[in-house]
């Protein structure tokens, strides 16, 4: 039985999109095995992470001095797909710099790295699915997919929702990034409306003024089959 | 079956990227499942993960979510009438080596309703992420001559030239620990499941 429904082809990446070559050797050539939704499925893990630190949602007050580059605030809601906030989930995020590099040994991009930002953060979401970070634009960066290869400024997010099923790991993107349209990583979502549900959107609301730039990015994780008669709660 | 007209879709999932340590596997301690007063035989399970050309992938995370010694899950829908044991934490998570592999340290899981009146055998959900895959990977490892497996409904969908890519093996030299090997292609392609 399949308590939560798939999503639609087309509303997620197909997983060999050789245009994104690591996919070539890494993508399973065999179809997945349809499977039902056990209590195994039906249950996750919702108490399994550390306690939340106060900076750990403010990733410019992590370290000695302020990080370079555009502050922005990023927030929004976790729901699921008839809209019901998702409380007390948490949300991972993971970023470069300002320069476009990470604070990683494997990331060699001759950009600088900063020491005042480490660019990762987690938090979890309040009683009406809302969550909020505070952090830097992350840059652009270079990468040899092929030839002149850019990623586009982009935000890891990792989310568990609910149980095994609604578990997502997601990038959010910025508004009309001109490398979108050349970045195999987002162009291996064929449907473009379900590529631009990554693509945050500038929020006057949340920009605090003479402070920082307010993006906002609803995440949608996958929910129960809806039952025509329920009411909202 | 149509959505109804307000239903939202569930965002795209992207790659993990190369860089995802900083963000989901900092915390080593991830790697311990039961705390020394947790109930249930203690094993060791190591995972290989390899790509299609048969080499070690050293960019992936490993994810376990499963049961306690007893079948119950730390979780609201598990309606079974009992407490989940509270030196087991159920979650796991690493990132693999240089050499592909990963090792967890946790308990044999008990055996859990399957929802159609019968019972699964001992299993251990895991998810797989890594540069170069789009989305999650979801499959279950089992224990190899568990009388059980041929109970499990889950397992028996899977065809039977086929089972094996599921099976935990038992290392002779080690007595309680166990190897798992994730090939994402190739001739020994482990079994996926769609969720």
């Known amino acids: 039985m399949k308590i939560y429904p798939r999503p639609e082809p087309g509303d997620q990446p197909s997983l060999l999109y050789p245009p994104y070559a690591a996919t070539v050797r890494r993508a399973p050539a065999m179809p997945p095995i349809p499977a039902p939704h056990t209590l195994s499925e039906l249950t996750g893990p919702l108490y399994g ?54 604070f ?3 990331d060699n991009h001759a950009a600088p790295l900063d020491p005042n930002f480490t660019g990762a953060g987690r938090t979890v979401t309040g009683e009406d699915g809302s969550y909020r970070f505070v952090t830097i634009k992350p840059g652009a960066y270079p990468w040899r997919n092929h030839d002149n290869a850019w990623r586009p400024a982009h935000i890891h997010f990792s989310l568990f929702g609910p149980c095994f099923i609604t ?9 009309n990034d001109p490398l979108m349209p050349f970045d195999p990583i987002s162009q291996s979502i064929r449907d473009e409306r379900a590529r631009q549900r990554l693509v945050s959107r500038f929020d006057l609301d949340l920009t605090q003024p003479e402070w920082a730039l307010g993006y906002r990015f609803d995440i949608v994780l996958r929910g129960r089959e809806a039952t025509p008669f329920e009411g909202r709660p | 079956m149509s959505r109804a007209p307000e239903r939202l879709c569930s965002l795209p999932s992207q790659t993990v990227g190369p860089f995802f340590h900083l963000g989901l596997t900092a915390n080593a301690a991830l790697s311990c499942l039961a705390s020394p007063e947790a109930k249930g035989d203690r094993i060791r399970l190591r995972f290989r993960l390899f790509d299609g050309d048969g080499l070690p992938v050293p960019d992936g995370i490993i994810e376990l979510w499963q049961a306690d010694a007893s079948g119950k899950y730390n979780h609201p829908a598990d309606t079974q009438e009992r407490e989940p044991d509270p030196a087991f934490c159920g979650f796991g998570r690493l990132a693999t080596g240089t050499d592909g592999a990963c090792t967890f340290d946790t308990i044999h899981p008990g055996r859990l309703p ?12 895991v998810s797989v992420f890594a540069r170069g895959l789009l989305g999650r990977l979801c499959t279950r490892v089992y224990f ?21 890519t599921l099976l935990a093996q038992p290392d002779p030299a080690s007595p309680g620990c166990w190897e798992f090997d994730i090939h994402l292609q190739g001739e020994r392609e482990t079994v996926f499941f769609d969720i």
């Open chain 1, 49 to 102: 992470h550390p306690p939340i630190g106060d900076t750990d949602n403010d990733l410019t007050r992590q370290r000695a001095g302020e990080p370079l580059g555009e502050r922005i605030v990023v927030a929004g809601r976790v729901l699921d797909e008839d809209g019901r906030p998702i409380p007390r989930t948490l949300v991972e995020l993971w970023q470069a710099n300002a320069a476009g590099r990470y």
């Open chain 1, 104 to 106: 990683h040994e494997r």
């Open chain 1, 167 to 175: 578990r997502l790991v997601t990038q959010m993107y910025f508004p």
């Open chain 2, 114 to 125: 399957d929802g159609q009146g019968g019972c699964q055998a001992s299993h251990i959900g």
């Open chain 2, 144 to 164: 190899d001559s568990d009388p059980a497996l041929a109970e499990d409904p889950v397992l028996m969908l899977v065809p039977n030239d086929r089972r094996r």
